[in-house]
């Protein structure tokens, strides 16, 4: 298929949601946003105290979107957020799969390394996503999202200094309703999401999503000018909602996020620079990264990011106290083989793979004396660990090997 030009218009289809009897069109609940006031003000309700109250009682700094504003925002990634909250700036992490790099008031962190931690919390559905490493998600099937700015420390734990962006995703609901998205764009992006809930009963449902997406990226091979940067993800997974009982419910969601993608990198490099000093594929050096920057003349690369992860919410109304338990177990595998210098030449180049596990456990009590005073205490338990195995090669030993394999693939191209 022929290329497209080198901008983000993406062609959109998408299929309404569809129920039974009278269900309704759309099954996404605005459920931030509650009755309005005497004077038709919207009253908008969060949770970013860890209990629900409205925006304007809230003594934070915070930007509340609900899911029908995320739907008219067209958003579909949480990088959409930039814009809609101030001092809030999120990009892709490219040496990471679905690694994002979150600043808030110009606290930030740009790695992957997950021994550390960082600056912004992503908090999915009550729990911290404790590396940067798969918080770059699709904004599919979401409630509502919080972004509160400067340290969270007190609800939040620790390094959260720059904020948290707190993330609830729709519950399972008691009525057959759904919805799925089919988007088509430029270099040949193709991405599906869908989501179904579905009544088990009078006392339990149970939800089913799943999101997949695939690109052949905007970069090209200098060879024969075939598509790099390219990848594929996945995000699927179910949620079973269960309330015996008028004060008890419990949800458990097990979920699994899947990423490969191609770790190109665009040759800057310039006459001086010690590489172009022993590059034997002409012209990488002092090209025009104005009008041609999307040329890769390293040979193709892929990363590779794997996370199943369990939920387990439980909440009990005990009249005067509510209380509520929030248990997670999430691990990743990772790997990484990325031409860190640009060039065809294999002079700096990395090859890692890592493992991580977190487990956390919230137990949190919430509830009023008087009309004016109101509480919320618990205790938060946070276990992870981290092995990373990485191999790192800086020289020029490799310049006749690699120019002998390039001559050797340009023969093959040119027939």
């Given at each position: 298929m022929g290329r497209f030009p080198k901008f983000s218009l993406a062609l959109c289809s998408s299929l309404g949601a569809f129920g039974v009897g009278s269900a309704p069109a759309i099954a996404q609940d605005a459920t931030p946003v509650a009755a309005s006031d005497g004077e038709g003000l919207e009253q908008i309700i969060v949770t970013a105290r860890r209990r629900e109250e409205s925006l304007q009682d809230t003594p934070i700094a915070i930007t509340a979107v609900s899911a029908n504003q995320l739907e008219a925002m067209g958003t579909t990634k949480i990088a959409d957020l930039q814009g809609q909250a101030p001092n809030l700036l999120i990009t892709q992490q490219v040496s990471g799969a679905g690694a994002a790099n979150i600043s808030i008031r110009g606290l930030s962190f740009a790695d992957i390394e997950k021994s550390f931690d960082p600056t912004v919390a992503v908090v999915v559905d009550g729990v911290f996503i404790g590396t940067s490493t798969g918080q770059f998600m699709d904004m599919f099937d979401i409630e509502s999202i919080e972004v509160l700015r400067g340290p969270q420390g007190n609800l939040f734990g620790r390094n959260t200094i720059g904020g948290v962006i707190n993330i609830r995703r729709t519950r399972p609901k008691d009525e057959l309703s759904g919805n799925f998205q089919v988007e088509y764009g430029n270099f040949d992006t193709f991405t599906q999401r869908g989501v179904l809930h579905v009544p088990l009963g009078d006392k339990a449902a149970v939800k089913v999503f799943g999101f997949h997406t695939k690109t052949d990226g905007y970069y090209n091979y200098y060879l024969d000018g075939s598509p790099r940067g390219g990848g594929e993800n996945w995000n699927y997974g179910a949620a079973i909602k269960l309330a015996p009982t008028d004060s008890f419910d419990a949800l458990l969601t097990l979920e699994r996020q899947t990423s490969t993608h191609d770790n190109g990198v665009s040759n800057i490099s310039g006459t001086g620079e010690l590489f172009c000093a022993f590059a034997a594929v002409p012209n990488?050096?002092?090209?025009?990264?104005?009008?041609?920057?999307?040329?890769?003349?390293?040979?193709?690369?892929?990363?590779?990011?794997?996370?199943?992860?369990?939920?387990?919410?439980?909440?009990?109304?005990?009249?005067?106290?509510?209380?509520?338990?929030?248990?997670?177990?999430?691990?990743?595998?990772?790997?990484?083989?990325?031409?860190?210098?640009?060039?065809?030449?294999?002079?700096?180049?990395?090859?890692?793979?890592?493992?991580?596990?977190?487990?956390?456990?919230?137990?949190?009590?919430?509830?009023?004396?008087?009309?004016?005073?109101?509480?919320?205490?618990?205790?938060?338990?946070?276990?992870?660990?981290?092995?990373?195995?990485?191999?790192?090669?800086?020289?020029?030993?490799?310049?006749?090997?690699?120019?002998?394999?390039?001559?050797?693939?340009?023969?093959?191209?040119?027939?």
């Open positions: 990488q050096c002092d090209r025009n990264t104005t009008d041609d920057l999307y040329t890769i003349f390293s040979a193709p690369s892929e990363a590779k990011y794997r996370s199943p992860a369990a939920t387990l919410e439980l909440n009990l109304d005990a009249g005067a106290v509510e209380l509520t338990s929030v248990t997670s177990y999430r691990t990743s595998k990772d790997s990484s083989f990325e031409d860190v210098d640009g060039f065809a030449e294999l002079f700096y180049r990395v090859d890692r793979s890592s493992k991580y596990r977190q487990l956390s456990q919230e137990l949190r009590a919430a509830g009023k004396f008087t009309d004016s005073f109101d509480y919320v205490v618990g205790v938060y338990y946070f276990d992870s660990h981290y092995s990373l195995d990485q191999y790192t090669d800086i020289t020029p030993i490799y310049v006749r090997l690699a120019e002998a394999e390039v001559k050797l693939q340009q023969q093959k191209t040119n027939g």
